[in-house]
């Protein structure tokens, strides 16, 4: 099983900036796609941005020219640069990672515990 950990988030005036990290541990595994959702309250979960394993990426709309996912794949892990953040960007921000087993050649997804993001003057 792959756990994610997830760092910092916090609270930040509106244009401002901050960088999350998400690292995914465990054994015998290979990341197939790996990246960010969030929630807001009162809101249903949302695709934030995602990167595959061939450096494909994928952005909300929302985001787009504001937010950048990147990876480091030694480390498995990836960070979302998020600039220009405004108070809808408010939400919980969690990581999610779709892998596949090296030996079962099975297919799993696995969510982080969750960052609040806090967007607010």
């Known amino acids: 099983q792959v756990h994610l950990v997830e760092s910092g988030g916090g609270l930040v005036q509106p244009g401002g900036s901050l960088r999350l990290s998400c690292t995914a541990s465990?054994?015998?595994?290979?990341?197939?796609?790996m990246g960010w959702y969030r929630q807001a309250p009162g809101k249903q979960r949302e695709l934030v941005a995602t990167?595959?394993?061939?450096?494909?990426?994928n952005y909300a709309d929302s985001v787009k020219g504001r937010f950048t996912l990147s990876r480091d794949d030694a480390k498995n892990t990836v960070y979302l640069q998020m600039n220009s953040l405004k108070p809808e960007d408010t939400a919980v921000y969690y990581c999610?990672?779709?892998?596949?087993?090296?030996?079962?050649?099975?297919?799993?997804?696995?969510w982080g515990q969750g960052t609040q993001v806090t967007v607010a003057s």
């Open positions: 999610n990672t779709y892998y596949t087993g090296t030996y079962s050649n099975l297919s799993f997804t696995s």
């Open positions: 465990g054994r015998n595994f290979s990341v197939n796609v």
């Open positions: 990167i595959t394993s061939g450096g494909g990426t």
